[in-house]
């Protein structure tokens, strides 16, 4: 049936009003948040951003501002023993290199023979010594089977009576070990936050002194007795009697003052290869 004229107008009219007058703008839409009452569940969560890497702790890295920690050997299992080598340098062996009357405190012998054996160790560097010698400590920093540690900056000691070193004043503590560990980054490799006082001497002022820095102190339950030595034949017996799973070996690098470790380092070796204990860094050590 074909409607009446004035119906369709009608329909038309009604048709606009409700749909509105042509494309005119529109405000933006405004989304209200849903009540907690109407969340069924948790919407899940954008992938989260991931954290800042943050920069790994060296061996040996403690927190800064605590009394350090002492250490004197590893875990009792397994079958690893650390080799560090001491590198010692007093303004007196400084003294006597420039007047001629010691011609090395460098035991190139002993490094060169654990890079042809491939053997781990952990160096103990002194400030003093680094600068004296930074093209040997340049080949130490580049081989990977070797740790750079702190041995204060001048060898002086840290506690009164220590073998007659002089005594560095408790104020200076802080910083002599700081400077040190500044030196012996520049070389990078195997970077360490380990130290050794000269002597072993260290008592709860030194340590304290040693709190800002964020270390491990690293004594040793093996004195080799290297520097006291008149043949090598005391020093092969001194480890090899006391050496056991996970034991620090303390030695030395200084050949004038300490003149046979070279000749005992091979039997030190090949008295541990019997025993099946095997020469690692410190912090293999450490870590069992």
Not at 45 to 73: C, F
Not at 121 to 142: C, D, S
Request: net charge positive.
């Amino acid at each position: 049936m074909r409607l009446p004229s004035a119906v369709l107008l009608l329909c038309a009219v009604t048709a606009v009003l409700l749909a509105g007058c042509g494309p005119a703008e529109q405000e933006p839409a405004f989304v209200a948040a849903p009540s907690p009452s109407a969340v069924a569940s948790p919407t899940p969560s954008a992938t989260p951003a991931p954290s800042p890497i943050t920069k790994p702790l060296r061996p040996g890295q403690t927190k800064a501002g605590l009394l350090p920690p002492v250490v004197n050997h590893g875990p009792r299992t397994g079958n690893l023993v650390a080799l560090t080598f001491d590198a010692d340098m007093t303004d007196r062996m400084l003294a006597q290199l420039r007047n001629g009357s010691v011609t090395s405190y460098a035991n190139v012998k002993i490094i060169e023979m654990l890079e042809r054996e491939q053997v781990p160790a952990t160096f103990f560097l002194t400030g003093k010594w680094v600068q004296r010698y930074p093209e040997l400590t340049e080949r130490l920093a580049a081989n990977p089977r070797f740790e750079l540690a702190n041995h204060t900056f001048g060898h002086q000691g840290f506690t009164s009576g220590c073998y007659n070193l002089p005594r560095i004043a408790p104020a200076a503590m802080t910083e002599d070990v700081a400077k040190t560990f500044k030196i012996i980054e520049a070389y990078g490799g195997r970077q360490t936050r380990y130290f050794r006082f000269p002597g072993l001497c260290h008592d709860r002022t030194a340590l304290r002194a040693m709190a800002p820095l964020g270390l491990t102190v690293v004594d040793g339950d093996v004195v080799s007795g290297d520097p006291f030595a008149t043949d090598w034949r005391p020093i092969v017996n001194a480890v090899l009697k006391k050496v056991k799973p996970g034991s620090i070996v303390i030695l030395h690098v200084t050949e004038a003052n300490a003149r046979f470790t070279d000749e005992a380092l091979p039997h030190i070796l090949r008295g541990l290869a019997e025993r099946d204990l095997a020469p690692a860094t410190l912090s293999e050590v450490l870590a069992g």
